[in-house]
Antibody
Framework: QVQLVESGGGVVQPGGSLRLSCAAS????????MHWVRQAPGKGLEWVAF????????YYADSVKGRFTISRDNSKNTLYLQMNSLRAEDTAVYYC??????????????WGQGTLVTVSS | SYELTQPLSVSVALGQTARITCGGN??????VHWYQQKPGQAPVLVIY???NRPSGIPERFSGSNSGNTATLTISRAQAGDEADYYC??????????FGGGTKLTVL
């Protein structure tokens, strides 16, 4: 069965950096685009970034553009999110999610359990 | 930028029908997806491309989309349906967008 397991969250000071990982199993990782979606405490879902199945195209929310970088290693079935210049407003649970089919308007059909990032001094 | 508008909360009596709306400019021309999120859990896809149910989602969940409003309908509401529900679309200018979420309460 499809499994997505995030790791790498924690407490970091404003201006600091963190790298999140998402280990995928149960499907052909190299065939699917992947997303990062975050949820601030008590708030709704916010899309963060997307990477195509082969890493050829990447997209970012305006709120993280220039600070976050999404990447993937298809040989390791792992998705990453490098987060730099972190701000208090980046505090959230970060989920990785898989696209259901190839296409930008695909739904996100499987989600990990999330990893909490807290930006605080 | 493209925005999706959902009511903050919807209440429904046990066994009755709940309808959760998602408003957006000409949303009827887009594919709308719906997610259910229970407290402390990850979101779960319940409807995709307006009205399609993934395997394992009860037939009580259905969706429609026309004009400026998409609707998630939950028939014969159960206590276990209490959750937050989010609509989502892809827009060429805004890319991936979520609605603000609707808290469903089953009375």
């Amino acid at each position: 069965q499809v499994q997505l397991v995030e790791s790498g969250g924690g407490v970091v000071q404003p201006g600091g950096s963190l790298r999140l990982s998402c280990a995928a199993s149960g499907f052909t990782f190299s065939s699917y685009g992947m997303h990062w979606v975050r949820q601030a405490p008590g708030k709704g879902l916010e899309w963060v970034a997307f990477i195509r199945y082969d890493g050829s195209n990447k997209y970012y929310a305006d709120s993280v553009k220039g600070r976050f970088t999404i990447s993937r290693d298809n040989s390791k079935n792992t998705l990453y999110l490098q987060m730099n210049s972190l701000r208090a407003e980046d505090t959230a649970v970060y989920y990785c999610a898989k696209e259901r089919y190839s296409g930008y308007d695909s739904p996100l059909d499987y989600w990990g359990q999330g990893t909490l990032v807290t930006v605080s001094s | 930028s493209y925005e999706l508008t959902q009511p903050l909360s919807v209440s429904v009596a046990l066994g009755q029908t709940a309808r959760i709306t998602c408003g957006g400019n000409n949303i009827g021309s887009k594919n709308v997806h719906w997610y259910q999120q229970k407290p402390g859990q990850a979101p779960v896809l319940v409807i995709y491309r307006d009205s399609n149910r993934p395997s394992g989602i009860p037939e009580r969940f259905s969706g429609s989309n026309s004009g400026n409003t998409a609707t998630l309908t939950i028939s014969r509401a159960q206590a276990g349906d209490e959750a937050d529900y989010y609509c989502q679309v892809w827009d060429s200018s805004t890319t991936w967008v979520f609605g603000g979420g609707t808290k469903l309460t089953v009375l």
